[in-house]
C-alpha cells in the first residue's frame, strides 16, 4: 500500500465521519439542505474506498468502465453540494 492509497482511505473514512455529522446535524435542525450534503458525502466515501479499488478486485470491469463511473460520481458529488448550497427550503 502506497501513500497515496493511506491518504485516499483516510479522506473516504473522514467523509464517511462527515456524512454521519451531517446527519446527525439534520436530524437536530430538520434542514433538509444538510440531506443534499450527507448524500455528497456518502458518494464522495463511496467513491474513494470502494470504486478507485475496484479494478484491483474485479479484473473483467474494464477500465474504462472504472473511469466513467468514477468522473461521473465526482460530478454528481459537487451537484449535491451545489443544490445544499444555492436551494432555499
Known sequence: MEIVDIIDYASGIFAAFLLVLSLL???????????FVSAAFGLFSIRTI?????DSFIS??????????????????????????????
Open 25 to 35: 446535524s439534520y436530524r437536530n435542525t430538520k434542514a433538509k439542505r444538510l440531506l
Open 50 to 54: 470502494i470504486f478507485t479499488r475496484l
Open 60 to 89: 473483467e470491469i474494464q477500465t474504462g468502465t472504472i473511469e466513467i463511473v468514477l468522473s461521473l460520481t465526482g460530478f454528481v458529488i459537487l451537484i449535491l453540494f451545489f443544490m445544499a448550497i444555492v436551494k432555499k427550503f
